[in-house]
């Protein structure tokens, strides 16, 4: 049995969304998600040349006629700038002892490596999580046409901006599968892949344009990019995929707890069942054990969300902070939008002893 809480720290009335908002069915007009750019103001932000960026928003900003959508485009790309700074607001030395309050022996070397190497409300109750494994006969599971499902066709299609069949994942997916036909093979040699992948942590998502696509390039991921870019895959393959995410947690003595996202694979004739590729391949002989996370879940999860980038309910009336996710909440007032670095949040848990 678990108590869990979610708590932000802020002061203010506020629009909570998360775990108490609802996210709404995917025909709703997306209110409180920014309206797309220009693609080459979209360009200068993902390649780092802000100063081009904001002189190009000007100039456009300052067109006659320039519609609601269009500024909001605009003034997002803005936005979203001033979120990677606060992402990026450490200079070397700084970034290296903040590490070191967390990584005591942290050398010198060991940090230039991960340098070079681009790896740097109250609400409480109580439920039951149980851990949930599906043994899964290769040899059973079928071929099916998920396209011509209507319950199924959403879950292999594209979904911009973060789900995208682009040439370089193409490119990817026939290199990784090669000439497998077996649906969950080719799951099996996509969830390798992409566990290759180094763990990173990440910037906030609200300031990448395309997650699958960034864990692909980056060389280091975080759950929620590897996540997407698995879906990404999978779907491409006719297989169909959908999002999970909430926190994970450990007992209370181990005192961990983090954000997390994973997904689900549809199977026949097993039908959903889950997959988690941050936890990746277990170190086992035995290959029920080894491929575990691919078909189960531990019970140290708790779920808030099982779709991703979908307009809130009741909607915002300034810019989401998470535009992906959402498990910290969201929080505004009348004078604005609250970021993250202007409130805070945590996830209160205790482990209660198993109901007989």
């Known amino acids: 049995m678990l108590q869990v809480g979610v708590r932000p720290g802020i002061p203010v009335m506020a629009v909570m969304a998360g775990i108490l908002c609802l996210l709404s069915l995917a025909g709703r007009a997306q209110d409180d998600l920014p309206p797309p750019a220009p693609p080459e103001v979209h360009a200068l932000v993902e390649q780092g ?7 190009r928003i000007a100039a456009l900003l300052a067109t006659e006629g320039l519609s609601t959508d269009a500024r909001r485009g605009l003034e997002f790309q803005r936005e979203r700038m001033r979120r990677i700074r606060l992402d990026f607001s450490l200079d070397g030395t700084a970034a290296r002892e903040s590490i070191r309050r967390q990584v005591p022996d942290l050398t010198d070397a060991e940090f230039a490596a991960w340098s070079t190497g681009g790896q ?3 609400v409480s109750y109580d439920l039951t999580v149980h851990a949930r494994h599906v043994h ?14 209507p319950q199924l066709a ?18 990817f997916s026939e290199r990784v599968v090669g000439d497998e036909t077996n649906p969950y093979r080719i799951a099996q040699k996509l969830f390798a892949a992409v566990d290759d992948i180094p763990w990173g942590g990440a910037r906030e ?6 997650l699958g696509e960034h864990a692909l390039h980056a060389g280091h991921a975080d759950c929620g990019q590897v996540t997407l870019l698995l879906m990404t895959l999978l779907r491409m393959n006719g297989i169909p995929a959908r999002w999970q995410s909430g926190w994970v947690y450990s007992e209370d003595s181990e005192a961990h707890d983090t954000m997390h996202d994973w997904g689900w694979l549809y199977l026949a004739p097993y039908g959903w069942v889950p997959m988690d590729v941050t936890t990746g391949l277990l170190a086992s002989d035995d290959q029920d054990l080894r491929w575990f996370y691919l078909g189960g879940l531990d019970a140290y999860r708790i779920a808030f969300n099982d779709d991703f980038g979908r307009p809130l309910v009741p909607a915002k009336t300034h810019f989401r902070s998470e ?6 909440g969201e929080a505004e007032w009348r004078g604005g939008n609250l970021y993250f670095d202007q409130w805070d949040y945590a ?5 209660l002893p198993a109901v007989e």
Do not use: C, K
Request: charged residues 25%; negative net charge.
């Open 205 to 210: 998502y609200s300031t990448i344009g395309n």
């Open 136 to 149: 899964i006969d290769p040899e059973r599971v079928q071929r099916i046409d998920a396209a011509a499902d």
């Open 347 to 351: 996830f209160d848990w205790q482990m």
């Open 154 to 171: 959403a879950h292999v299609s594209e979904r911009a901006p973060h789900i995208v069949f682009s040439p370089a994942m193409r490119a």
């Open 120 to 122: 740097l409300e109250w």
């Open 323 to 328: 535009t992906v996710d959402s498990q910290r």
């Open 49 to 55: 040349d802000f100063a081009a960026a904001e002189a």
